[in-house]
């Protein structure tokens, strides 16, 4: 299987296949400075953001801040990922302080070893989803507000503790949102030609590149440490092009490629190893399906009178207590029984002595085309149908800080209908299923040979089922209730 | 270099502390400020709603409203505005009309399920300026 792959990476890719050659956008992708300009805009509108958070008005609809976070960044954000790429890593403007900081100067240690894992990833990306529902973060702009700054000082502490991007690749729950579902997306940095790597002596792209005499670094080579000409898929890959700027033989090329592709593949990927020894990344791709699962049934009825009913159940009437309860239920126990089951029942129904770890280690990676269709789906719910609300909410900010640039809010701007938005939903949910099943097919092909139709049966269940829970959510009106007790 | 190293652990480790210590001062800024209600309450407001647990459509709103000395607030223009406690939904808005002294009534529509709250404003014929904010959580579809 490893020498077709390297064949298939070794073309050299010709103009269309490189959006850094396409015109206008290829030519600002090369500069030297297009992150810290994209950062820079983000970065304002960041400051904005907070500022509107913390002393904005105290209503969620009517302040900017919990708007534009959780309305249309996370629209946004989805949306870029699948016809993009990683660009929301890219122009992040939590590394802002950083950058400051590490001209002030440079830390020597290295992420301690034990935590280079995503172990902290799984507990802050559930940290998050956890926060978002207990404590309502959608409808609060002060702790909207507060949870951006904790990411900014987090970043910083991290980044200015430890050398390379450990926040990133390590610790950022939106990067590792982002790195799974950027391995949907249809491009990809990597080496144009690996011969031109195979008789490059100066490994630029990773160590960084150096004046000559003093052995300064003037050009950063990749903090995520993934060295190019073993660079497989976009995980732990933030976009950020230092490995473009720093190649001396303009061997980078941010190429188009097939999304999810990267999926079945296991090669040994710079900075990751095989993804079938990955055990935490594993569990992040579990948790990324079914906490996309979960995050939408949040906001449906349903869930409220299984809540008060859980509640009844341990005569507590605390809301983060029952929702922790229904955390473990969803994102531990549903995910451990059903691919538990999946997974034996593969190996049996084939007559497979296959390790079973390492089976499911593998088929987990095909949750992700339909956790991202679910993401998308959901978030696209919002997004749509809030899609001009900013423009009132934004004339309001105006009006309060005695600007008539704007004018007066118009609080007649919505979005699209429900009705519209609903077979784009359902859109989305169709390309996951179908990615997932081709995804879960080629790995069976890969490991089962013959009998892969076998050992896809179970897996498939598993996949249709997850499904089905998902159109029937979307079937739910959203409720978006912020309490139940 | 080993008087470096420690230099800069020392100044990393200040960097972190300055690091914690903001996102404390910013979480705390950010609970302290949760609790003053963007709403100013003097008067008082008695809201009731037909049907009494609403749902998505048109609803009939009773409302009660006495000045700061416990009086009923006679002619005084009433608005109310309806949000959802999720940003991105269209508010909806509706005038209350004086049917008795000190009782307004008004027709609001719902537009979808799920928690809303209501902003209702009162301007009385003085020109004070009275206003709330009443929660309408679960509003459920029909
Ligand atoms: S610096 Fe350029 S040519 Fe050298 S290994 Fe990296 S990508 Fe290849
Ligand atoms: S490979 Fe590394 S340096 Fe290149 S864009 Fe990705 S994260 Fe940045
Ligand atoms: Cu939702």
């Known amino acids: 299987m490893e020498p077709m792959r390297q064949q298939s990476r070794s073309w050299a890719i010709p103009f269309p296949r490189d959006i850094l050659l396409v015109p206008v956008i290829g030519a600002f992708l090369r500069w030297r400075h297009s992150r810290l300009g994209l950062q820079l805009v983000a970065g304002a509108l960041l400051l904005v953001l907070v500022l509107e958070g913390l002393f904005g008005p105290d209503i969620a609809p009517k302040n900017l801040t919990t708007l534009l976070v959780w309305v249309h960044y996370r629209g946004l954000l989805v949306l870029a990922l699948l016809a993009i790429g990683n660009v929301f890593c890219m122009g992040c403007p939590l590394l802002l302080p950083r950058a400051i900081a590490r001209r002030l100067f440079k830390p020597v240690r290295s992420f301690p070893r034990v935590l280079r894992r995503k172990w902290i990833g799984v507990a802050t990306f559930v940290a998050i989803l956890f926060s978002y529902e207990a404590w309502d973060l959608w409808s609060d702009p002060r702790w909207t507000a507060g949870l951006i700054l904790i990411l900014l000082g987090t970043a910083l502490a991290v980044d200015a503790s430890f050398k390379g991007a450990p926040f990133c690749k390590f610790v950022c729950p939106i990067g590792q949102f982002n790195f799974l579902a950027s391995t949907m997306a249809p491009t990809e940095v990597r080496a144009r030609d690996l011969d031109i790597c195979k008789d490059c002596r100066t490994k630029d792209c990773i160590r960084g590149r150096r004046e000559e005499e003093s052995d300064k670094v003037i050009q950063q080579g990749c903090e995520l440490a993934l060295y190019l000409p073993l660079k497989e898929g976009n995980l732990d890959c933030t976009f950020c092009l230092d490995c473009v700027h720093a190649c001396p033989h303009d061997n980078v090329a941010l190429a188009l490629r097939l999304p999810g592709e990267e999926l079945v593949a296991d090669p040994v990927r710079s900075g990751i190893g095989r993804l079938s020894r990955r055990k935490d990344l594993a569990v992040l791709a579990v948790l990324f399906c079914f ?9 449906v009825e ?7 009913a859980l509640a ?45 770890g390492t089976h499911w280690i593998r088929m987990a990676w095909s949750l992700i085309p339909l956790g991202m269709g679910i993401w998308t789906a959901h978030y696209m719910f919002h997004f749509l149908t809030g899609l001009w609300t900013f423009v009132p909410v934004a004339q309001h900010l105006g009006e309060r800080i005695g600007s008539p640039l704007l004018g007066a809010p118009n609080w007649g701007r919505g979005g699209l209908h429900e009705s519209l938005v609903w077979p784009i939903e359902m859109g989305f949910l169709g390309m996951g299923i179908i990615g997932s099943l081709a995804i879960a097919t080629r790995l069976v092909q890969q490991d089962f040979g013959p009998r892969w139709r076998a050992a896809l049966t179970p897996w498939a269940v598993v996949h249709v089922s997850l499904f089905s829970a998902a159109v029937w959510l979307m079937l739910q009106p959203m409720d978006m209730r912020g309490t139940f007790l | ?63 009660v409203i006495a000045d700061p000395n416990g009086d009923p607030l006679t002619r005084a223009e009433v608005k109310i505005e309806g949000n959802m406690n999720h940003a991105g939904m269209v508010p909806v808005f509706a005038d209350a009309v004086e049917t008795e002294p000190g009782r307004y009534e008004a027709e609001i529509e719902f537009t979808m399920g799920g928690d809303w709250f209501l902003l209702v404003e009162a301007v009385s014929a003085d020109g004070t300026h009275m206003s709330w904010k009443k929660d309408v959580w679960g509003v459920r579809r029909n």
């Open chain 1, 302 to 308: 349903p869930v409220y009178e299984l809540q008060v």
């Open chain 2, 1 to 63: 270099m080993a008087t470096t190293l420690i230099a800069r652990s020392a100044r990393s480790r200040q960097v972190l502390a300055a690091c914690i210590s903001f996102c404390m001062a910013a979480v705390l800024l950010g609970s302290c400020s949760r609790d003053e209600e963007s709403a100013v309450e003097t008067g008082s407001l008695e809201l009731t709603l037909d049907p009494e647990n609403p749902v998505v459509g048109p609803s009939r709103l009773t409302l």
């Open chain 1, 291 to 299: 906490g996309a699962l979960l995050n939408a049934f949040g906001m």
């Open chain 1, 312 to 356: 009844g159940m341990l005569g507590t009437d605390s809301e983060p207590l029952v929702l922790a309860v229904l955390f473990v239920l969803g994102l531990i126990l549903l995910p451990a029984l059903m691919l538990g089951f999946a997974g034996k029942l593969a190996l049996k129904f084939a007559h497979s002595s296959n390790r079973i």
